[in-house]
């Protein structure tokens, strides 16, 4: 996916170095101050109970199932399910055979991705970029063009009405465009899942949080593939959701925090590789280790991420600065990327 990294080269605001900024006191010394709970607080400020099991920070839960290549993926998640299906009856090992069905026979069941987004991908990455073959292109997706006009129309971006669909288009910008018909196909393929709206909410902003701090945080060769696999790097947990909900497992049965611990990065990757994204693929599936240069980029923002939900509500977040300052690699200090969570997490409360 080149075409990403061309289409967010021109990210201005790049993570500064180490050097210019100190590790903070809380990373040097963890033992002082109070820890956060474990689970899933939302940088948004909310938490999420079908996300939250274990003693484990949500960073350290959901390795498994990540493998260099698909089918790797696939067996090591139908070996991790064969032997949780041994503890469960009833519904929940119903959900379980799902998962080893979809694995089984390569359906996950997902919607295809939109055609409008392929194609709006062949023309931003193509060499001569037409304004209006992509403004006609938007007009053919009616969501997609009330979103791209909601979205030129706001106060963002100046809060005058764009006289016409190809100046919103072009208000909007390449990069920006392509951000708002990603959350467009998303939120169709993805985002709606009948009685788990409060987990898809949290993910959806957790996803997005994530995002935006892996973009920040990444090269520009990395900006966009960072960007992608940030917002999907948790798609999983929605796939556990969504086949939760077909199959009638209620959104507070046990079983769903152990799938998600034991399947979702894996599960993530397949959903990625299912909709033709491959290098967001390695990343989601990596995104809880460091063997993928984007999923190490994810991870940090994940903790980062719920770091900042953390200290949002006014809880220590020791436990994310020490796990970040473990990790730092000399490229950009923990107290710069708390900074910038706690920044982008403000930044989306106001939005919201
Ligand atoms: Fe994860
Ligand atoms: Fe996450």
Redesign the pocket.
């Known amino acids: 996916m080149s075409w990403l990294n061309d289409l967010f080269a021109d990210g201005e605001d790049q993570a500064p170095n180490s050097e210019s900024v100190q590790a903070s006191p809380a990373a040097a010394d963890p033992v002082q101050a109070p820890t956060e709970p474990t689970g899933s607080i939302h940088s948004g400020g909310g938490f999420c109970e079908t996300l939250h099991g274990g003693d484990l920070p949500?960073?350290e839960r959901g390795q498994n199932g990540a493998s260099a290549d698909i089918e790797g993926m696939r067996g090591g998640l139908q070996t991790g399910l064969a032997v949780l299906a041994k503890n469960y009856r009833g519904r929940e090992l119903e959900l379980i055979a799902r998962l080893q069905t979809a694995l089984d026979t390569n359906d996950l069941g997902l919607p295809p991705f939109p055609d409008t987004v392929i194609k709006l991908r062949g023309l931003l990455d193509s060499d001569r970029v037409d304004s209006a073959e992509i403004s006609k292109l938007v007009r053919t997706d009616p969501g997609l063009a009330e979103e791209v006009w909601r979205v030129a129309s706001s106060a963002a971006m100046g809060g005058q009405r764009p006289k016409t669909l190809q100046q919103a288009v072009g208000r909007l910008g390449h990069q920006q465009l392509w951000k708002v018909a990603m959350f467009v196909a998303l939120d169709e393929a993805l985002f709606q899942v009948t009685s788990f709206e409060e987990e898809v909410l949290f993910l959806r902003g957790?996803?997005t949080h994530?995002a935006d701090l892996a973009e920040w945080m990444a090269p520009n060769r990395l900006k966009g593939q960072a960007w992608m696999g940030g917002l999907l790097?948790?798609s999983g947990k929605l796939l556990i959701c969504r086949m939760a909900s077909e199959v009638g497992v209620p959104n507070n049965a046990p079983v769903l925090a152990t799938l998600m611990d034991h399947c979702h990065s894996g599960l993530g990757g397949l959903v990625a590789n299912s909709w033709n994204m491959p290098q967001a693929a390695s990343a989601i599936a990596f995104?809880h280790g460091e063997e993928d240069p984007v999923g190490r980029l994810i991870h940090r923002a994940?903790i980062a991420?719920?770091g900042a939900g953390a200290a949002l509500q006014g809880l220590d977040d020791v436990r994310a600065q020490a796990a970040l300052a473990a990790q730092e690699g000399g490229t950009f200090s923990t107290s710069a990327l708390m900074d910038k969570a706690i920044q982008l997490a403000e930044k989306d409360r106001q939005a919201a």
Do not use: I, K, L, Y
């Open positions: 949500p960073w957790h996803g994530v790097h948790d995104h994940d991420s719920h």
